[in-house]
């Protein structure tokens, strides 16, 4: 920091001494520059959760999609035929209630819910203190399920290796279009409910493409948790991020 | 906003002037909202009062195949315009950072 600029005036006493006094003057304005992400906290934080993750050994997948795309439909299908052979937890997330921890909970899983008292998103800091009520031992796959919104969950990172994003066919083909930073920022895109498809006059190969176009990185999967359909597919995703792959 | 504050706490300074941020298009943050809640958040700090410029970065994007760079704000398709491969190659657009303050 440059030091300001004082004003000096000297006075001479009877005796010829000089005294000197010094007045600083206003403290000019100085430019400090930084790279600092806005998100810096939550980014930490997230880092910290990953380290952890990694350190267990866990894989944390982060699901986000709109509120009713079917994330809890996915997990309860996953957690009853992949979560027999691969212990896996849930941390799960809404504004208020715990009806979607009550649809996950089984014998085999450990399950928290996250309430987020009116906030429309998980951040790392709520995903460190739910892994705390969590009883972690032996878990290898840990799936966080998001608030269901497609716009503020893509800028917090939760520390996942991980992130899928759903979308239905009862939403429509436009919709990676529509909120395109949320679909670029997937790992995975699954479209989900393809057992509506055909009732809904739903455009399956213009979806894809849409999704093609904004994420072109991300790995597209279809499935229908009520039939099954695509399930293994979406089970191998997950074994192969397992193994490193 | 909390590291506004520790920054001019670092450098001893009592007041801050004016903070410049660097929004990437494609990161989420709308300019508006973002100096709405600034106003909020400096209120009774050292911050109270300070300019808030925002540096808006336009995202750009590189071909893997033939190293062209070019925009790619329309519609966060990034479509090389000269070979139309799809790519997710960004090279910027989605920094939210801040870059600049000035304070004494």
Not at chain 1, 224 to 235: D, I, K, Q
Not at chain 2, 2 to 20: D, M, Q, Y
Request: charged share 25%.
């Amino acid at each position: 920091m440059p030091s300001p600029t004082p004003q000096v005036t000297e006075y001479k006493d009877r005796d010829g001494d000089v005294f000197r006094v010094i007045v600083p003057g206003p403290d000019p304005v100085f430019a400090v520059d930084l790279r600092v992400p806005l998100l810096e906290k939550n980014d930490q934080l997230a880092e910290a959760n990953r380290r952890d993750f990694r350190k267990r050994g866990i894989l944390a997948v982060n699901l986000v999609s709109s509120p009713g795309s079917g994330k809890t439909a996915l997990l309860e299908r996953t957690l009853d035929e992949f979560g027999r052979e691969v212990r896996c937890a849930v941390l799960v997330g809404d504004l208020e209630t715990d009806c979607d921890a009550q649809r996950l909970r089984r014998e085999h899983v450990p399950v928290a819910q996250i309430t987020t008292c009116g906030a429309c998103h998980l951040d790392a800091a709520m995903v460190a203190r739910g892994a705390e009520n969590l009883d972690l031992g032996g878990v290898r796959v840990l799936f966080i399920e998001n608030v269901g919104n497609l716009v503020c969950p893509a800028s917090f990172d939760l520390g996942e290796e991980i992130r899928v994003v759903l979308l239905s066919t009862t939403e429509g083909e436009d919709k990676p279009l529509k909120y395109p930073p949320i679909f670029k920022s997937a790992h995975i895109v699954i479209l989900t409910k393809t057992d509506l498809a055909k009732p809904l006059g739903f455009n399956e190969a213009a979806a894809l493409e849409n999704i093609r176009r904004i994420a072109p990185g991300a790995r597209i999967l279809t499935v229908s948790s009520r039939t099954g359909e695509g399930m293994v597919s979406w089970y191998a995703a997950l074994g192969a991020a397992l193994a490193g792959g | 906003m909390a590291a506004v504050l520790r920054t001019a706490g670092e450098n001893r300074a009592s007041r801050v002037h004016r903070i410049v941020l660097r929004v990437g298009s494609l990161s989420g943050a709308e300019p508006d909202a973002l100096r709405f809640a600034f106003d909020i958040v400096a209120r009774g700090t050292p911050a109270d009062g300070a300019v808030l410029d925002i540096d808006e970065v336009p995202a750009r994007a590189v071909c893997p195949d033939c190293a062209l760079e070019f925009d790619a704000d329309a519609a966060f398709i990034t479509e090389c315009p000269r070979c139309r491969r799809i790519c997710g190659d960004l090279r910027q657009g989605r920094e939210l950072e801040l870059s600049r303050i000035e304070m004494s």
